[in-house]
């Protein structure tokens, strides 16, 4: 009696567990078809996780190189134009009070032509809009600032009448009255150049903040990778 009565639980058991799997079929085949294409899925994660670790690599080698040019494009700025500044104002501020003479004036004219030279034709490095535009006003400060300087120092060698010109009185004392005007004039072009030039070192200095923030992610990212 008891081994029948044990028959008896197992088919109720199998008929149960036939039930069950009839009612929930639909779920089951679910659960089945999610398991499946998750093992079908992992190779193409391995590859899609190795084609991303590619990427980051490449992506890391590029930010490396324009961290490189940027760094290059401060340290140019700097020696060919911030240092010819430097020493103007060295000779307006310390040497020479608020005003300058004809004779430094000619050779800070020299200096600073030379610099203006280098911005607008040996300047290499590719910038962003902002750091353009911001450069462009720089090129027009350090005329503005050359001009200046040439009406300073022009008249110390020049006569009132050449062999291919002659001045009138009245021009010739306004050609020196401009000339020591000018002179007052001088640092406050100075002071505009340095802050156009620190307008362009800023831009800079911000895309080379940025590029380090992303060099610093990609570097967490293949850290997590390897992992």
Request: charged residues 30%; negative net charge.
């Amino acid at each position: 009696m008891m081994h029948c009565a044990s028959w008896v639980l197992v088919g109720c058991a199998i008929n149960g567990l036939i039930r069950a799997i009839y009612d929930y079929q639909t779920l089951i085949a679910g659960c089945a078809a999610v398991v499946a294409a998750y093992f079908a899925a992992r190779p193409v994660y391995r590859q899609l996780d190795m084609m991303r670790l590619q990427s980051d690599a490449v992506m890391r080698g590029m930010l490396l190189d324009r961290e490189r040019d940027l760094r290059q494009a401060l340290e140019a700025l700097d020696k060919n134009v911030g240092e010819p500044l430097a020493g103007l104002g060295h000779a307006v501020y310390w040497e020479e009070g608020d005003e300058i003479d004809e004779e430094r004036a000619f050779y800070h004219d020299q200096a600073l032509s030379t610099a203006r030279t280098w911005l607008g034709t040996k300047y290499r490095w590719r910038d962003s809009a902002e750091v353009e535009t911001a450069r462009a006003g720089l090129e027009k400060g350090l005329d503005a600032l050359i001009d200046t300087l040439d009406d300073v120092h022009r008249p110390a060698h020049t006569e009132k009448e050449g062999e291919d010109y002659a001045m009138t009185d009245e021009e010739w004392t306004a050609f020196l009255k401009r000339g020591e005007d000018a002179k007052g004039e001088v640092l406050g072009k100075l002071s505009n150049a340095r802050q156009l030039l620190s307008a362009v070192s800023s831009g800079i200095g911000a895309e080379l903040n940025a590029v380090g923030r992303q060099l610093t992610a990609i570097d967490r990212s293949l850290a997590r990778m390897k992992q």
